[in-house]
């Protein structure tokens, strides 16, 4: 096992997160090198976590550099897809940060130029496939004990968004997480979807419609219920159920403490992804960093589950749009028939 030389693109708010948990808790792994479009903010990541890594001006240049094995992509998502096409090119391996790419056809060249090299280099970030309770939901489902799923009800809650944050955005940045995960679950893949607009919170600025509720339909008929609400003001919410045939099985809140006060007992809540998932996304990397250092392909999420994800996000906004049921294309043959032969799946 050697160690994987890391270039890292996009020094913000995960970047940093995922370089700190690189630098600080993961084995097998270095940071080498960081950029970002702004570089104030990736001197600012250097100095923070007193990183011995190189500050490249631009991404090319980083990418040009012989000494590194594997770039973790972590800019915004419309970035992605230049990034990572770039470094399929320089022939380095890749974490790139939902999504892989904000368009379909975006995600189709990453497919394609990734085929071209003949192995698999690209590993998506959905890092909920290793949340330790959404893998023991799928061994649940798995074992056949409580027979097929019939309905899946989300909800994904987020405190509060900034002013940046789109109608549109509710599904690349927040609702793709439940559409890769729900069909990792239940294997299975989505046929249609409606969105609906309960009454809007007074928290959300005028861009943006909050709450939205997503209504999916499956190839087997299972109707998953999305709740997405960005601006809940309590914390971050994240929840699944599966009502199967015979029994429910659920993922609530996690319970950090009891509080026992006069009159009162209470649970603080987590506030924002990086505590509910640091489990989910210091494995994934590991994951990621084990399979590259041993010189095998990554396995996790794959740039077909990218380009499947991205496919169902781009009907989720038409039916936004619309207001109207939306047929979801069924993703290109070949690449279905890879994805069930296991590609991605963990
Ligand atoms: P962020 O804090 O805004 O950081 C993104 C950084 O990338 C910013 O410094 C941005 O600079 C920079 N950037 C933009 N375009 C770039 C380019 N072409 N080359 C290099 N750097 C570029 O955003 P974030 O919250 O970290 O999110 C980054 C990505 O991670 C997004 O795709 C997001 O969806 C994903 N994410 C995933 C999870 C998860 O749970 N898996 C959680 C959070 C975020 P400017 O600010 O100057 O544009």
Redo the contacts with the bound molecule.
């Keep these: 096992m050697v160690t994987v030389r890391i270039g890292v693109?996009?020094?913000?708010?995960?970047?940093?997160e995922h370089i700190r948990r690189v630098e600080q808790r993961l084995s097998g792994g270095k940071v080498v090198a960081v950029?970002?479009?702004?570089l104030d903010?990736a001197r600012r990541c250097i100095n923070a976590l007193q990183l011995d890594a190189r500050l490249y001006d631009s991404?090319d240049d980083l990418l040009q550099d012989p000494s590194i094995d594997a770039v973790i992509i972590?800019?915004?998502?419309?970035?992605?897809e230049?990034?990572v096409l770039k470094a399929i090119d320089a022939g380095k391996y890749v974490f790139v940060?939902?999504?892989l790419a904000t368009t379909v056809n975006g995600c189709l060249r990453i497919v394609q130029a990734e085929e071209r090299t003949g192995k698999r280099l690209i590993q998506v970030?959905?890092?909920r496939r290793y949340d330790p309770r959404y893998m023991a939901l799928k061994s649940e489902i798995k074992s056949g004990r409580y027979g097929a799923p019939l309905i899946v009800r989300c909800v994904h809650r987020n405190a509060h968004v900034d002013e940046r944050y789109t109608t549109e955005m509710a599904v690349?940045?927040t609702l793709i997480?439940e559409i890769d995960v729900i069909r990792w679950l239940i294997g299975d893949e989505y046929v249609s979807v409606q969105v609906l607009y309960p009454r809007g919170t007074r928290y959300a600025h005028a861009r943006l419609q909050d709450p939205q509720i997503f209504n999916l339909v499956t190839q087997s008929g299972v109707v998953i219920t999305a709740e997405v609400f960005v601006n809940c003001q309590y914390g971050y919410d994240i929840q699944c159920e599966v009502v199967c045939e015979d029994g429910v099985i659920s993922i609530t809140v996690p319970k950090l403490l009891d509080i026992f006060r006069t009159g009162f007992r209470a649970q603080p809540l987590m506030q924002d992804?990086k505590l509910r998932?640091a489990e989910a996304?210091d494995a994934e990397l590991q994951d990621f960093i084990d399979h590259v250092g041993r010189g095998d392909e990554p396995a996790g999420p794959s740039s077909v589950d990218g380009y499947i994800a991205t496919l169902v996000g781009e009907a989720c906004v038409l039916a936004q749009v619309s207001g109207e049921w939306v047929t979801i294309p069924r993703p290109e043959e070949d690449l279905i028939v890879k994805d069930s032969l296991g590609y991605g799946r963990l």
Excluded: C, Q, V
């Design positions: 693109i996009g020094t913000g708010a995960i970047g940093t950029t970002d479009i702004s903010a991404e972590a800019s915004s998502g419309p970035a992605h230049g990034s940060e939902k999504p970030g959905f890092m690349l940045d997480h992804w998932f996304y």
